[in-house]
């Protein structure tokens, strides 16, 4: 996979869905205009998130379940939030100590400061220069929300990155573990340790419109005031001459026939979609939406192939607002050719005041446009003051669902990368089994490198999707574990190894994860895995009516696990992009029923179940599918049916299966993958890496 999307997810996509046959939006880009109208109070995530079984019969379920106490005892290790730690006095922090220095200044005045993980387009992964909740915490993870009064400083995170978050926070901070019982919200914690009256600053441009909404309405219910600070983010006040600059890299054409679609024709349809809704114009604001509407790539992002940079559309023009040293000739005729003029970066606001002025009816997606936007927009709307003037259309946009459903193009991108990829993932493999067998001391980020270098090598490679995460032993249970140089661990032959990786190559975007053992696991770590196999199996299998939003899948792949009492504290699927993000929505497979995006032909998500026990080992097997119509010998209703195309093919470790848990079904459906994995991959590899893809795909067979 990539790093699996946590419970909640990434974008809060709460607006009502349309229906499937309304889906085909870039063919034609018509939908139900219902899924556009703002729901009442929509709950917002303060920090980004992203993201076992049923048997073939009742006999091999029961056998499955009565089983389970004859192979291990029940868990020993204890959950990260039960073991007793010594907490010392809060250390002397400078950082927070001069950001707490400019909370007095008169142009400020504020009791708090807020400081979310995202940048001004909501992105999940952000240039290293936007990571101020990183630098003013010390916490890396991708998810998480900083809170600094004059006295306290507290850091939300999700179950992710719990493990995460206890090492890599000093004694000043106060972990808050989301989502767990008792464990208040960022406006709730406000509320208890604030006096009413009280000020708290945010920076703008770092909140969706919904997310700065939702906080003002939860603090005022201790008389709280909410206070924009559009001129000056205080983080980068203290951060100054450290801070990292913006890479200047060029933005790049996105070939037609990866594609699959010119840009007049999505202009097009969009447009159609504008004045049918009775807008006058959209602001796009999510980088992925830019560079997917306009067949753009860039590299202003880690592992993200977008560039900084907001579009407005209207019905007769466009404006794309980005730093025009990025744009070359060659993509400036490009955008010539659509009609598309460019303006600064930084002229965005500027341009919304004179939308403004001019009368005009803005599509916003409060979910995802900052609250800089909308909250000048309307200013100026009440500045100007005219009965009839111009009123926001508070609806999703439009391109977030075009973009989930890929056209025939990308999947066959998808495809064709997945299997370059499959073959630098045999090589590695190859590799690495036989370094572990010769008794090389390799540290995780070893490991982590040579894979890089194994996916350089492939065609059209151009970046990693997002960090590997290379997990040996009880790093592994760390679920977006990030190994560092100078703190990672050595392999460790004896315990499992979790590796979770990704590709971003010039056709597709690739996200896979392997659990294996070098030595021999025990009965335990043996159960856990084929428990999570079993769910993995579930989800691939899966057939289910048009209309199904993802959240009714999710029990699939934990039903196994359930059988025993587990569970895993992320998504069971998120959405990829094609050529684009590794986590994409609205689409998701979560027990957070909120998101009600049916999946539809053509959507990507992941499959990843997992199980993680704290500071032992951790276990996810993940792939990716896509969504394809399945002929079923009966259409009740006249309903059609889903389920799922398998992109990724490289095998699943065979040693870490307890044979006796799996039904005779299932092994079937490992060994046909097996089956699949080396007729399609075993053209592309020769010498060991094609003799370890052999020994790797041999069937099993149940005695």
């Known amino acids: 996979m990539m790093r699996p999307f946590s419970l909640a997810s990434p974008i809060n996509f709460t607006h009502s869905a349309p229906s499937l046959n309304l889906y085909s939006i ?82 400020f005045g504020i009791d708090a400061y807020v400081i979310p993980s995202q940048d001004a387009h909501q992105s999940e992964f952000i240039a290293d220069c936007y990571k101020r909740r990183a630098y003013i915490s010390g916490f890396t993870g991708s998810s998480g929300t900083a809170v600094v009064t004059k006295d306290k400083a507290a850091l939300w995170t999700d179950g992710r990155y719990f493990l995460q978050a206890e090492q890599q926070l000093n004694s000043s901070w106060i972990l808050m573990r989301a989502g767990n019982p008792g464990v208040p919200t960022t406006g709730e914690w406000l509320n208890q340790v604030l006096a009413p009256g009280g000020r708290v600053g945010i920076d703008p441009f770092l909140f969706s419109s919904d997310a700065a909404e939702e906080l003002k309405h939860t603090i005022s219910g201790n008389n709280l005031n909410l206070v924009y600070l559009y001129d000056l983010n205080l983080v980068d006040k203290i951060w100054n001459g450290s801070r990292p600059k913006l890479t200047n890299k060029p933005i790049r054409i996105h070939d037609l026939k990866y594609a699959g679609l010119d840009v007049a024709s999505k202009l097009s349809s969009l447009r159609a979609e504008l004045i049918d809704s009775g807008s006058s114009a959209i602001v796009i604001s999510m980088l992925d939406e830019v560079a997917w509407l306009l067949n753009l790539r860039g590299s202003d992002v880690p592992h993200s192939p977008v560039m900084y940079a907001y579009l407005i559309v209207d019905v007769d023009s466009a404006k794309l607002f980005i730093d025009d040293s990025k744009v070359k000739p060659e993509v400036k005729d490009h955008l010539n050719k659509a009609g598309i003029e460019l303006k600064p970066y930084d002229s965005i606001l500027s341009e919304i005041k004179s939308l403004a002025a001019q009368g005009a009816h803005l599509w916003l997606d409060s979910s995802t446009v900052n609250a800089a936007i909308v909250e000048t927009y309307n200013s100026a709307c009440n500045l100007n003051g005219k009965p009839g003037g111009p009123t926001a259309f508070y609806r999703t946009s439009p391109i977030a669902f075009a973009k989930a459903v890929k056209n025939s193009a990308e999947l066959e991108g998808m495809r064709n990368s997945h299997l370059r990829d499959a073959a630098a993932l045999a090589e590695f493999w190859a590799w690495l089994e036989e370094e572990i ?38 790093n592994g249970a760390i679920i977006h574990y990030k190994p560092e140089p100078e703190s990672c661990s050595i392999m460790d032959p004896t315990k499992l190894f979790l590796l979770d990786s990704g590709a971003q190559y010039v056709d597709g975007t690739t996200d896979i994860t392997r659990t294996v053992h070098f030595g021999e696991p025990t009965a335990r ?111 009740f209703g006249g309903t059609e049916y889903l389920g799922f195309e398998k992109l990724t093919f490289v095998p699943i470790q065979t040693k870490l299966v307890d044979l006796p848990l799996l039904s005779v079904a299932e092994i079937d459906w490992l060994n046909t993958y097996h089956l699949e994995v080396w007729e399609k991959v075993s053209p592309l590899v020769d010498g060991s890496a094609r003799e370890w893809l052999w020994n790797n795909t041999r069937p099993l067979v149940k005695q």
């Open 26 to 107: 870039f063919t034609k880009f018509k939908t139900d205009p219902s899924i556009y109208r703002k729901q009442s109070r929509i709950t917002p995530q303060y920090f980004t998130v992203r993201n076992s079984t049923t048997s073939s019969s009742s006999s091999s379920s029961s056998s499955s379940s009565s089983s389970s106490s004859s192979h291990s005892p029940p868990i020993s290790a204890k959950p990260s939030s039960q073991i007793k730690r010594t907490r010392t006095e809060p250390e002397l922090d400078e950082k927070l100590k001069a950001l707490r220095e400019l909370f007095s200044k008169p142009e």
């Open 437 to 474: 067998e010769n008794g090389m001391k390799l540290t995780e980020v070893d490991v982590a490198d040579k894979l890089l270098e194994f996916r350089s090598k492939q065609t059209g490679f151009l970046d990693t999707s997002f960090d590997t995460i290379s997990g040996s032993g009880a």
């Open 525 to 635: 770590e043996k159960e856990c895995f084929t428990r999570v196999l079993q769910g993995h199996i579930a989800l691939d299998e899966a057939v289910f009516p048009e209309n199904t939003p993802g959240f009714v899948l999710d029990a699939f792949a934990r039903s196994s696990l359930w059988k025993i009492g587990l569970d895993y504290r992320h998504g069971t699927g998120h959405g990829v992009g094609a050529a684009l993000n590794v986590h994409e929505g609205p689409q998701g497979i979560s027990y957070r029923y909120g998101n009600m995006t049916p999946l539809q032909k053509g959507m990507i998500v992941s499959n990843e179940p997992g199980y993680y026990e704290d500071h032992a080992f951790g276990i996810r097997i993940e792939n990716l599918l896509s969504v394809k119509e399945v002929d079923t010998p009966n259409r």
